[in-house]
Structures are given as structure tokens and as C-alpha cells.
């Protein structure tokens, strides 16, 4: 079924601003609400997953999608986990539809607000970009400062929607690259195996991988691929598995998602009137 071509803007009372893009048969919705992309399907079938329990009040971060964490990744730093800008309403820019693509763009500056926070001047943009192929994030950082560097990192916490967890692979990683085990203190550890598989609970941050990873299901090969630019080196995966996922009130079962999340996991720094710019891209095959 073709489902059309657009861009729909929409004021929710308990979200906030949501823009919903649609190009054929594939859609994608973006809340401003810390620039979150919370749906990306293709034929109706969901690439990102997103948890049933999600809080959608702007209240607390949106579980699922692809949250932006920044300008700190996890507990690494001295701010809440992962950041404010996922906590944070970002301004709507600008909306486009043409070349059969529509697109979004999301800003966020610093504030009173951030500069309790985080003491630095900045300015972080998001374009969200549909077509019929894929779905593209254009991520960019200013240090608006005239004389103050900042470092960051930072995260775009892709959450993938899988039929079983249990029967699926990642990769490829290099044999012998590095890895930072969060499960055993944050430990450095050699890669041995190219795929990752899930049993257990897992939570592993890569290290200068390479800019494609694929998520790919055993029963019918279906493989959602993860494009990412060079200025995000590294790829988080995780899974919480059962027990933790219990733990967690908004997240439900852990047996039909995966998260592989395009980082920037070492802070970089950004010196007074630069910036820094990323790009993911999401296709299914």
C-alpha cells in the first residue's frame, strides 16, 4: 500500500510537538521533546522498537527510538546519565518535502537551564531525513564560544526492534579491536568473535569499529543495516536481559529489541567557534 508523501505537524497535549514524515510505505515520527526520533517503519513493520511502558509525558526520557545522549555519554562525567539534551525541548527549524525525501530539522542552544548544568556555550542541531531506501540522522555540535573549548561525547541510542533477541547476530567487529566490558567495571577487553549473540545480559561499548553494523535475523535473514560516519567510532550494544528489564518500569520485555548505538564514547574537544558533525544511516535489506 503506498501511504503517500509528507510532512505532518502536530501539538499533543501530553507529548508536545511531534512531526510525523511519511514517503511511500515507510514513516517516521520526531518528538522535539529531546529530538527523538520514536517510530521508523518500512511496510508497516517496525524497525525501531519502542517500549510499550515508554513515558510520553516529557517527563523522563522517551524509552526507545533513538534517544541523543549529550554532551555526556552514560555515568562518564560529571552530569546526570547521558546527558540533557534527551530530557530537553529542542526548537523546531524547519520542515521540507520535496526529491521524494521529507525531512526535519530540531535545534537546541544553551539556556540558564544548561548553564547550571554544563557551563559552556553551544548550539546542537538534528535532522531527521526520510526517503523510501532509509532513514538519515545529521547530528551537529557549534561551540558558539568565542574563547571557551568543551569536550563531549555523546550517543545516538538506536533501540531495534527484533522477533527474538535469542536468534539473532551483530557485527561484524574486528577480531583483536578493543571493547569496554560496562558488566565488569568498565573493563578493556580483546574481541574474539566477529558477531555478537545474546544470552545473556549484555552491555558492551566498541571501540573504533567499522562504520557498518548489521543486526541480522537468523530465521529469515531480514537485516537492518547501521551506516555511520567516521566522527562516531565506536558502536555501543546492549541488551538488559530478563532480570533487569524488570527492574526497569518503562521498559517491558528485553526478547524483542537490541540496542546498537553510533557513539562517540572518548570525550572530544571542541575549541571556540567550531563544530562537530555526524551522520547515521538505517536501512533494512
Known sequence: VRLGMGVDVRDDAAAGKVVDLAVGEC?????????????????????????????????????????VCWPQFGPHGPLKQHGFARTSTWTLVRTNSENEACSCEFMLEDSEESLMQWPHKFRTTLTV??????????????NV????????SGALHSYFAVHDVEKIRVGPFALQ????????????????????????????????????????EDDDGRTIRVDKSTSLPDAVVWNP?????????????????????PAVFHKTQLNPRSSWSASVIISVR
Open 145 to 152: 564560544s568565542e574563547s571557551e573549548p568543551f569536550s563531549m
Open 129 to 142: 531525513q526520510l526517503t523510501a531506501e532509509a532513514l538519515k540522522l545529521d547530528w551537529r555540535v557549534d
Open 177 to 216: 579491536s578493543s571493547y569496554v566490558d560496562d558488566l565488569d567495571n568498565f573493563s578493556l577487553r580483546t574481541t574474539d568473535r566477529e558477531h555478537v549473540r545474546f544470552d545473556c545480559e549484555f552491555d558492551r561499548v566498541y571501540l573504533s569499529t567499522s562504520d557498518r553494523i548489521e543486526i541480522v
Open 27 to 67: 514513516c517516521a515520527s520526531v518528538h522535539a521533546f529531546g529530538a527523538h526520533v520514536t517510530k521508523y517503519e518500512v511496510g508497516g513493520v517496525p524497525v525501531l522498537f519502542m517500549s510499550e511502558n515508554a513515558v510520553l509525558d516529557r517527563s523522563k526520557a522517551i524509552r526507545g527510538g533513538i534517544p
Open 241 to 261: 536481559w530478563e532480570l533487569k528489564a524488570k527492574s526497569m518500569s518503562d521498559l517491558g520485555s528485553h526478547k524483542t529489541m537490541v540496542c546498537v548505538e
